[in-house]
């Protein structure tokens, strides 16, 4: 008979380490974030000696190179998404947001690149709501989502539900790991990734939990009840009426923005007016080569310069917006300092004035992402 083998990673609902296991902690992280990084880094550095040495590369090496890239781009944000989340007084508010609708609208939004990875992902949800902060439970979500898509090769499962003995909501995502016979393309279970979900889960106050039997891994989240709960047995809070949860206080850092310009110039203005927001940005110069861009997955936002405005803009927007409704899109207006934000009925888009893009871009490009949240 073969032995079972189970572990076990358990994150109390708090947890205030020492100053010395707190230093050890973050010796740790940055062991990892080292050599994480150092991989992609080096495969790139290869590819790129290998293009030195040939003077050519054909369009499936040019995407491994750009993939190898982004990877290591993402793990530098995804460090500084661990920072800011581990600092103190990060503000939160206590809103009741509905788990099950906020977990759809991630899937939803992240199907291109999930279909892309040939992953499916199984969804079995009971409507609930519970009490967090709207924009770190995004980051949470997509946090999770990420960290399964690089554990397992075949399909996920996500389940809500309300456990009435502890008087808490939970998700729970299972999956079956990858073969790990292959150490070059498979990372370990503790990668980057999971340590800022971990981060995160502590930052908002939730218990997490994380099961490993074999190969088959199961993660729980247990999520605090609004008080008017109508639910046997549960203990809720009450929201904090009195919370400024004003959309300058949203931890937006690490949305992914792309911005669709033709001119040099206006790619550089729109870059350096979002750089103080810690967001990733990619640019391209036209319709066509956004359509491509996100053929494998979507950004949280789009900027279009104002030149690029006709038929085949319009249909690439509608393309999106039947496929995540409200898709943040922002114009930019070739003359004036007026700016726009969206409405709900989609009367109103969102546009900045050309004169107006450092002063307005970034309050008008928070608003649009928050709305999404």
Do not use: Y
């Amino acid at each position: 008979m073969t032995a079972t083998s189970i572990t076990e990673t358990s994150i109390p609902v708090q947890r205030t380490p020492t100053s010395a296991n707190d230093g050890v902690r973050w010796r740790d992280l940055i062991a990892e974030l080292g050599a994480e990084i150092a991989h992609p880094l080096t495969l790139a550095l290869e590819r790129v000696n290998a293009l030195t040495s040939s003077g050519r590369i054909d369009r499936a090496e040019l995407r491994l190179l750009r993939e190898e890239i982004e990877a290591a781009r993402q793990l530098g944000m995804t460090a500084q998404l661990l920072a800011r989340f581990a600092s103190a007084g990060l503000a939160q508010s206590r809103e009741r947001v509905a788990l099950h609708n906020t977990l759809q609208s991630v899937l939803t939004h992240r199907k291109r690149e999930i279909d892309a990875r040939g992953i499916s992902v199984e969804p079995a949800t009971t409507p609930v709501d519970v009490i967090v902060d709207a924009s770190l439970m995004f980051s949470l979500l997509n946090t999770l989502i990420d960290w399964a898509l690089t554990q397992t090769r075949s399909s996920i499962e996500l389940a809500i539900d309300v456990d009435t003995w502890k008087g808490h909501a939970r998700l729970i995502c299972r999956f079956e790991q990858a073969d790990r016979d292959d150490a070059a393309t498979t990372p370990p279970i503790d990668t980057l990734t999971w340590r800022l979900l971990e981060q995160t889960a502590v930052t908002m106050h939730l218990g997490l939990v994380r099961q490993v039997t074999e190969r088959q891994v199961a993660v729980t989240m247990e999520f605090t009840l609004p008080a008017n709960a109508d639910i046997e047995g549960v203990s809720p809070v009450d929201l904090d009426q009195g919370f400024d949860s004003s959309i300058n206080s949203k931890p937006l850092a690490g949305s992914h923005v792309v911005v669709i310009a033709s001119r040099r110039s206006m790619r550089s203005r729109i870059r350096d007016a979002l750089r103080h927001m810690g967001l990733i940005v990619d640019t391209v110069d036209s319709i066509d080569e956004a359509i491509d861009f996100c053929s494998d997955g979507l950004p949280h936002a789009i900027i279009v310069e104002g030149i690029l405005h006709g038929d085949r803009l319009d249909r690439f927007r509608a393309d999106i917006r039947a496929e995540v409704p409200g898709f943040p899109f922002i114009d930019i207006v070739e003359e004036g300092n007026e700016f726009n934000v969206s409405d709900d009925t989609g009367t109103e888009r969102a546009r900045v004035g050309q004169d107006a893009i450092e002063a307005a871009l970034p309050s008008v490009l928070m608003f649009e992402l928050s709305k999404t949240l």
